[in-house]
């Protein structure tokens, strides 16, 4: 057994826990790539409305997503205090915005919930399960449903 | 890559590549009437190469075949067999099964076996081995040697190699000791590797009270059975600079050719392997004494040979260059960066730090041409492979076909020539199968027999174009627009320009061969190169003339990183034109701006009412305007739709952006073909002229939505 599957099995995975529109949310750890300061991006057109544009990062063009608009919230806004979580999936950067990132913590798998049966479509989509941390809710954000599938479309 | 074995295994296919291309050239030259025995031997040494590098790894089909192909170069070499028409013929396709027989070895495919195998029948019936009148004349004598080393190589072949005697003297320092060796452990890792005999010399041995405690005084004769010496070393690895060691192998002869490679070294082993070491020594210089050089065609001369060609070359890695231009690509932008600072910072003209900054910019753009030159490449290669296709196409329409090729030598970037090939292959048949009439009907219109498609390529303002022509009977306008009709590509009302109809061949669907020919049936039709040369950031366009032939025009940026682009601004936001669309710029006088209806602003440029297109409403970045007396107008041109005014607020700069792929990590946006970064570290978007015309006109029907899509921008989202 390596070492990486040893830290594993004894603390289970590590998520980053974050505050959007007032709700607790959590990434896999492996997703995140970088956490950064807010910036004004740049306004993309015929976009949806989460996307609130480019960003800059160290010469890629990255699409920056409001994770509350996404989710059918009122939209983050923007402002020099929001964070942009920078995440990696199907080999895609992206950033999301985020109010605030709260903690790391490490979870076992046993901890993680099925998302309870609200009937909001919505939410049982983008959120794939929930966990139960120090008497908050921490919604685990399914991103792959999350960011719009562009590859596809593309082809 | 972390396995050595590997990386040597893939410069041998990349050498493969070139050998082949090499193979094809020097056929394809002799198919042109070139008598040059230089030709001939240049194939046979390429051909040679390979087998000898697929020997080395294994590749038996390969080497087999290569074997035989070798074999049949050599009776042309040798002139017992004269290069006739049906003999360079099969040396093409056998050319071709080589290649395929490479792809099969490199990606583990299926090899095409049967192909081979009918090939080599061929090869075999057409060989004159045999039949050859057995002369004094020393060009006979040529083979003989050669066979020998071709046998040699195929010997050689890791599997079948052979345990080698070899001789070891080691003597331990006493450092050795000191340090922990140990020489029963050394003798017990040899013993582990083959059948071995030790004797311990105890000469040295000093008498008992004479002796050092710590001294060693053995030393040991040792003979072990190996494949190579390189287990050996290995045992003694730890020892090296403590101890006397040398390793020979018993029989010296082939000791030198077998034991000394050693699996880490380069890629030049392959060929080295196969030589003979003293007639590299002898003959350093193939040119001065081309007879030796002729007689053994070893590995190692052909080596030398290619040397003697391309001293001045390196190989490198495309992806590296790839680094080093997305590098420079960082550069320019820092460069921007830093001008926009000191514009801002308000340093006057003539102080240091101003002159320093126009040198610094002018070395940027040296770096940046000398960098991009390095992917650059002539076009020969793809032009060369045409002249083939222009011949299985004539003999497959029975049409009498010259081709005439003008500027070969003009460079483009590598991956663009890649990717042109598919494309222009198609297009060079299509002008065969569809562009030129048949000899008799040439002959009625007055024309020569033979039809003459000519292929050129040439630099025209930071862009290459491309032009394949036709002296055939031009495009069958009342054809083509009732065939579009009829497929329902346009309705049947559409008054359409001869320009816009011979655009429907662009349009996917659209073929005008009644029936599905051999050559142009495969599935792919115009519209696929259309698409092909948009992704490369090129255009396509055509020109006919009734009864006089039809040219196809590509053109394409000279590089797939950098785009010279028109820094507009648009309310706050700046946004790039491609310079390449733009035909002018013009600030009109607001009595020449006219609403056609409601809204719908034209304005009115030498006579010219040309529709405006708002760019910010397009975008969606602000309300529509009222009022474009303020605005300035960026003239684009579509290959169709004719001229478009985009109205922007300001113009701001002319300058080199990189090019930012959109498509990476989002996904394709309507009317924006990539993104750059300004100097200011922004990001500003490159629109897609082309697309924004399209949408503009509001034509959005079936006819332009197909023959219209967007794939422009594919090419620079590719890019980055």
Sequence with gaps: MDFEERAKNAVGREFVAFVSAGQDYCVDIAVVREIRGWAQPTPMPHSPEYVQGLFNLRGSVIPIVDLAARLGLPPTGSSDRHVVIVVKIRDQLWGIVVDAVSDILSVSDAALQKTPDVGSAKTS????????????????IDLEVLLPVTREVAA | MSDPMDEIRQTFFIECR???EATESGLLELQGGSDDPETVNAVFRAVHSIKGGAGAFGFDALVHFAHEFESLLDDLRSRRLEPSRPLIDLMLRAADVLSELVSAAEYGTEAPEEMAQ????????NSASGEAPVDANEDDFAPVPMDFGFDFGMDMA???????????????????????GEPAIVLRELAAIGPLTVSASLNALPELEKMEPSGAYISWEIQVEAEDDKAIRE??????????????QLEAEQGEALGLPSLGGPEVDAAAELSVPAEIEAHPDAGSTPAVAEKVPTGGTAKVAANNNSNSTIRVDLDRVDRLINLVGELVVNQAMLSQSVLDSDVRVETSVSKGL?????????????????????????FQRMTRVVREASSATGKDVRLEIEGEMTEIDKTVIEQLSDPLTHMVRNAVDHGLEKNDARLEAGKSAQGTISLSAAHRSGRVVIEVADDGGGINRDRVRAIAVEKGLIPEEAVLTPGEIDNILFLPGFSTASKVSDLSGRGVGMDVVKRSIQALGGKISIRSVPGKGTTFSISLPLTLALLDGMLVQVSSHTLVVPLTSISETIKPHPENIHMLA??????????????????????GLREPLECFDSQVFVLVEHETLGLRAFAVDNILDQRQVVIKSLEQNYQRVDGIAAATILGDGKIALILDPEMLSIKAAGRDDAFWSLSNKPEMADGLRRAS
Excluded: W
């Design chain 1, 125 to 140: 989509a983008f959120v794939s399960s929930v966990i139960s941390h120090e008497d908050r809710m921490l919604r685990m």
């Design chain 2, 18 to 20: 070139e050998l082949l």
């Design chain 2, 118 to 125: 009918q090939l080599v029948g061929e090869i075999r019936a």
């Design chain 2, 158 to 180: 890791p599997p079948e190699r052979k345990a080698q005697v070899f001789q070891i003297y080691f003597q331990p320092k006493a450092t050795m000791l000191a340090n922990g």
């Design chain 2, 235 to 248: 045992a003694f690895e730890f020892f090296e600079g403590d101890c006397e060691l040398s390793i020979q």
């Design chain 2, 358 to 382: 126009d040198e610094f910019k002018q070395l940027v753009r040296e770096v940046q041409d000398s960098v991009l030159a390095i992917r650059a490449q002539p076009v020969r290669s793809l």
């Design chain 2, 598 to 619: 409601a809204d719908g602003p034209v304005v009115l440029v030498r006579g010219e009412f040309i529709p405006v297109i708002d760019i910010g409403a397009a975008l």
